[in-house]
């Protein structure tokens, strides 16, 4: 049974013969390439904030100025850096699942106050319910205009994914167990967080603070749902529609290698239509399998969804 908006792969074979299941079965994760994306994301973004950092120190308030800028550096480079725990949640950092969980949880988790586990739950309901009321995933419900921006910016947004993330959990003792760890989770992103913040006052650069803060508090929810947005909101959907209660469908896209694209659509989120046919699929095997999938019949359907991240924003802000 294929996953909503994928075809059925069972069976498929390329012009030269080769099966599916074969292609398959060679795409085994490179874990060792994921790591070397993650760190030089943790770079950008180190660097960035060291950056600000420096420029508080030298121009005081004067420094102000460069705040946005610098949320907006920092944040983009957050959201790239929280991407990566997808591929924690389908066990592709690491082949041993323990350690998976726990370097996920380590190097990426804690920044928004999650923990790998829960993430998992919540996101193979997204594969199983993706354009139905169901979904765990809410983003691509609302069109990227003004408004979906202000209430990003206000926190409603937020609040609403937060509410929709509570209704997709277990019940009963599972639902405690959940509970139990979502605070402590929580309680460790809000202890790294604020103790960034206080070292940064306490050295006396609050304009690197005030950056940091806006960057994730504002900037990272703002990529984070655009880009689900442009992933999986049909350019036909009507913004008077509510796809909370009327189903959507389920729609992917593929988006061309730009580098704008390879940063904000990291961990193979920039070919997303890929992981949906097949989420054991490893993003850093995914060049090898669009490599077979256009040698098939399925050529076309993935080339009606090739588009860039701009052209998809223009069209989505119209409708």
Excluded at 95 to 120: F, M, Q, S
Excluded at 198 to 216: E, H, I, K, R
Excluded at 240 to 250: K, V
Aim: charge should be positive.
């Amino acid at each position: 049974m294929p996953f909503p908006g994928s075809p059925v792969l069972d069976g498929l074979s390329a012009s030269d013969g080769t099966s599916f299941a074969s292609v398959r079965r060679s795409l085994q994760p490179r874990y060792e390439r994921a790591w070397v994306d993650l760190a030089a994301r943790w770079a950008l973004l180190a660097g960035g904030y060291a950056a600000m950092c420096f420029a508080a120190a030298r121009l005081g308030a004067h420094a102000l100025y460069l705040v946005p800028p610098a949320a907006l550096w920092i944040g983009f480079w957050f959201a790239s850096i929280v991407l990566f725990m997808h591929e924690a949640a389908h066990f592709q950092l690491h082949p041993d699942k323990t350690a998976n969980d726990r370097l996920a949880n380590l190097a990426i988790c804690w920044l928004i106050g999650d923990e790998v586990g829960h993430y998992r739950v919540l996101h193979w309901q997204h594969h199983l319910h993706l354009g139905d009321p169901h979904d765990s995933e809410v983003s691509y419900h609302h069109a990227p205009s003004l408004r979906f921006g202000l209430e990003t910016l206000v926190g409603l947004h937020a609040l609403r994914v937060f509410v929709n993330h509570r209704r997709a959990r277990p019940e009963g003792e599972d639902r405690k167990r959940s509970d139990r760890r979502d605070v402590t989770a929580l309680g460790r992103g809000l202890v790294a967080h604020g103790a960034l913040l206080a070292v940064t006052l306490y050295a006396g650069l609050w304009p690197a603070a005030l950056s940091w803060l806006l960057a994730v508090a504002v900037v990272f929810p703002y990529f984070s749902a655009l880009r689900q947005q442009l992933e999986h909101r049909s350019h036909g959907a009507a913004s008077g529609i509510d796809y909370a209660r009327i189903p959507h469908g389920a729609v992917n896209r593929m988006f061309r290698p730009t580098l704008f694209a390879r940063a904000m659509g990291a961990a193979g989120f920039r070919q997303h239509l890929l992981h949906h046919w097949d989420p054991s699929v490893s993003y850093t095997r995914f060049d090898d399998l669009e490599a077979f999938l256009m040698r098939t019949e399925l050529a076309p359907l993935i080339e009606d969804t090739r588009t860039t991240y701009g052209a998809a924003w223009r069209s989505l802000a119209r409708s």
